[in-house]
C-alpha cells in the first residue's frame, strides 16, 4: 500500500505547533548561513541543545542516542512461573 503524504501532511506536519518548530529550525539554518558555517548541499546538520546551535556532519547527527528512544518501556514485564513437575 502506498504512503499517504497528504494525510501525514493533514495530521502532523500540517499543525500549527509543527508549523512553527519549522520556522524556528529554517531561522536557525538561515542564519548560520550568513555566518558561513553552512551552505546548501553541503552534507551537515544543525544541532541544538537548548539556545546553543552545533553544526555537524549529517549522518553524525542522526545517530546521536535521544532520551526519548532510550527510554525503557513502561509496560510490565510478566514472568512466568514454570511447573515443577
Wanted: aromatic fraction near 4%.
Amino acid at each position: 500500500m502506498a504512503r499517504d503524504y497528504k494525510d501525514e501532511y493533514k495530521k502532523f506536519q500540517g499543525t500549527e505547533k509543527q508549523k512553527k518548530l519549522r520556522v524556528i529550525r529554517n531561522r536557525n539554518r538561515r542564519k548560520l548561513e550568513k555566518a558561513c558555517r553552512v551552505k546548501k548541499g553541503d552534507g551537515k546538520d544543525i544541532h541544538h541543545e537548548g539556545d546553543v546551535l552545533i553544526v555537524m556532519d549529517a549522518s553524525k547527527n542522526r545517530g546521536l542516542p535521544e532520551k526519548s528512544r532510550l527510554k525503557k518501556s513502561k509496560r510490565k514485564k510478566h514472568k512466568i512461573k514454570k511447573n515443577d513437575g
